[in-house]
């Protein structure tokens, strides 16, 4: 079983930037495509950005431009990075990773909390 765990989470003003990271605790992370989803309180769980095996990347309109995904194969981490945080960035933020073409993949993290409020 492939556990992900996500850091990097807090509360931050309006405008100001966070990095959220997902370490994995496999050796063959390289092969996983990767993606953050977020859910805030009342609403569906929705895909913020994603990386392929290959580096190739997808945001989400709501966050093209200000976010930007990146992973680290070497030390089988994920991250994104968040600049120009706005209030209604505000959920709990998972990692979410395995193989297969489409996501959601097999593997979850158990979230972490963005907060962005002045």
């Known amino acids: 079983q492939v556990q992900l765990v996500e850091s990097g989470g807090g509360l931050v003003q309006p405008g100001g930037s966070l990095r959220l990271s997902c370490a994995a605790s496999t050796n063959i992370f390289s092969i996983y495509n990767m993606g953050w989803y977020r859910q805030a309180p009342g609403k569906q769980r929705e895909l913020v950005a994603h990386i392929t095996t290959g580096g190739s990347t997808y945001y989400a309109d709501s966050v093209k431009g200000r976010f930007t995904i990146s992973r680290d194969n070497n030390k089988s981490t994920v991250f994104l990075q968040m600049n120009s945080l706005k209030p209604e960035d505000t959920a709990v933020y998972y990692c979410?990773?395995?193989?297969?073409?489409?996501?959601?993949?097999?593997?979850w993290g158990q979230g972490t909390q963005v907060t962005v409020s002045s």
């Open positions: 979410n990773g395995g193989r297969g073409v489409a996501g959601p993949y097999a593997y």
